[in-house]
């Protein structure tokens, strides 16, 4: 049967059907908008399955083995394959759970027989229309994000990008750097991303916290030991230094190894060796050097705190990572990441901010900077049960420090009771200023610069007499 004279665009339609009466109804039905193609073998289904420019799917549940269960299997396996195209299943199954169970399986629509077939063009058509907005909504997004993304780091503000030149000006040099900034704005993140930009991306990074070890343990951390070193050394072990051999050694709040462990880092920078406690021989080490700190080095070279020779050593390249609150547009995408990260890691669907919750993140100054928003998002996410975040689920530290925050502590969402609030105020007034002049509402009125007769007037309204 030839198809109906069609429109200038059609969508492509696969009908999955083994009904050979069904067919010929839809092409005539639905031939003006859509060009239908019928797949009712295995064969057939992939082939169609396979079409680049394939818009939506008319699935039959009924096709499959013995009912419409296996078919909602079906279904489940060509979502999997295509979540660009839009598929309507319909049955003439008339159970209530199909509906629920074929969303469920990835269904966009679901329909049951007799098909309505001018509903069904309707369905199908809106139904196209919002997928491909959905698509170009999320082409935009990923090409926003790989602009605003930097190696694991998310931020598109002038600050960061010129982190992101640095980054890619240093990388292939070798030279040491020293990353510097306030605690919990990414250094190691920043130092992850000069070594994936280098030529020793393939090679070890070893990440060492300066502060994280009591000063007994750092020494044979860092610089490794041999057996019978010390007591407990049962065996020989490589120390940091050793293990970053041919990679990168990070070591983060630098500026709080004590003088000898300074003294000993020298060394081992000049000689590009390394002695392990308890050995008198070294080892040769080929390592690049990433330092970090949340301190002022200068200031501690000043105060006797930090050697002079280690800092010139250190301080080749100074990459200055700034704090969130000078990163201008980047809180959005932050939560946005970190969003969808814990949702997926929490595998709940991805929450969404109400545009005043955002208002409320962005008028706090966040002093632990992007850890700190970090933690704040994770918590809404384990937290919020709902898929809508609101103010009232915010922490009250950050409703205190914002307008918006206040309004929300104000005014909930269903409104105040305004009258008894100025009451309960009132009251409290009253009873403060009763409490401090012991009871003498002459004295209390003064203080609260009334009228004597209108504090008895007040203290009888209230049942304060």
Not at 103 to 126: H, K, T
Not at 214 to 220: F, H, N, R
Not at 450 to 463: E, F, I, N, S
Request: glycine share 6%; charged share 25%.
């Amino acid at each position: 049967m030839p198809e109906p004279a069609a429109s200038p665009e059609r969508y492509a339609l696969a009908v999955i059907t083994d009904d050979d009466q069904l067919f010929p109804e839809l092409r005539k039905h639905l031939g003006a908008q859509f060009r239908t193609t019928l797949a009712s073998t295995e064969d057939e289904i992939k082939s169609a399955l396979e079409l680049p420019d394939l818009h939506a799917i008319l699935f039959n549940l009924d096709c499959i083995g013995d009912g419409p269960g296996d078919g909602l299997d079906v279904l489940s396996e060509m979502r999997k394959i295509r979540d660009d195209v839009v598929i309507v299943a319909f049955t003439q199954t008339n159970n209530r759970t199909i509906p629920l169970k074929a969303s469920q399986a990835g269904a966009d629509e679901f329909f049951l027989q007799p098909l309505n077939y001018a509903e069904l063009q309707i369905v199908l058509c809106r139904a196209i229309e919002k997928r491909a907005l959905e698509l170009e909504g999320r082409r935009l997004l990923q090409q926003f994000e790989s602009k605003a993304a930097f190696h694991r780091l998310v931020g598109g503000s002038a600050a960061m990008q010129k982190v992101y030149q640095a980054v890619e000006a240093v990388a292939g040099t070798g030279a040491s750097v020293v990353l510097r900034g306030e605690s919990g704005v990414g250094k190691e993140l920043v130092a992850q991303a000069i070594v994936q930009c280098g030529d020793r991306a393939d090679h070890p990074f070893v990440c060492l916290n300066c502060s994280a070890l009591p000063e007994t343990l750092m020494e044979s951390e860092l610089f490794g030991y041999e057996k019978g070193a010390f007591t407990g050394a049962d065996s020989a072990k490589p120390g940091m230094v050793e293990s970053a051999h041919n990679g990168t050694l990070f070591l983060d709040e630098i500026t709080t190894l004590n003088p000898n462990l300074q003294s000993k880092l020298l060394r081992v920078l000049q000689e590009r060796s390394v002695q392990r406690l308890g050995s008198r021989a070294t080892r040769k080490i080929d390592f690049r050097l990433i330092t970090a700190t949340n301190e002022d080095l200068e200031d501690s070279v000043r105060k006797g705190r930090f050697r002079e020779d280690l800092y010139f050593r250190i301080n080749v390249v100074p990459i200055i990572i700034p704090p969130l609150r000078e990163r201008n547009g980047d809180l959005p995408l932050l939560v946005d990441h970190f969003l969808r990260v814990y949702c997926a890691a929490a595998k709940k669907p991805l929450k969404t901010l109400q545009p005043e919750v955002l208002e409320i993140l962005e008028d706090y100054t966040w002093p632990g900077n992007v850890r700190e928003l970090e933690n704040v998002v994770q918590r809404l996410v384990v937290m919020v049960p709902g898929h809508v975040i609101t103010p009232e689920h915010l922490p009250q530290h950050l409703l205190h420090h914002s307008a918006s925050g206040q309004e929300a502590i104000l005014i909930p969402e269903l409104g105040v009771d305004f009258d008894a609030e100025m009451e309960k105020i009132e009251v409290a007034y009253l009873n403060a200023a009763l409490r401090r002049t012991g009871g003498k509402k002459t004295a209390a009125a003064q203080l609260l610069q009334v009228d004597p007769q209108r504090m008895k007037y007040l203290c009888r309204k209230h049942h304060l007499d």
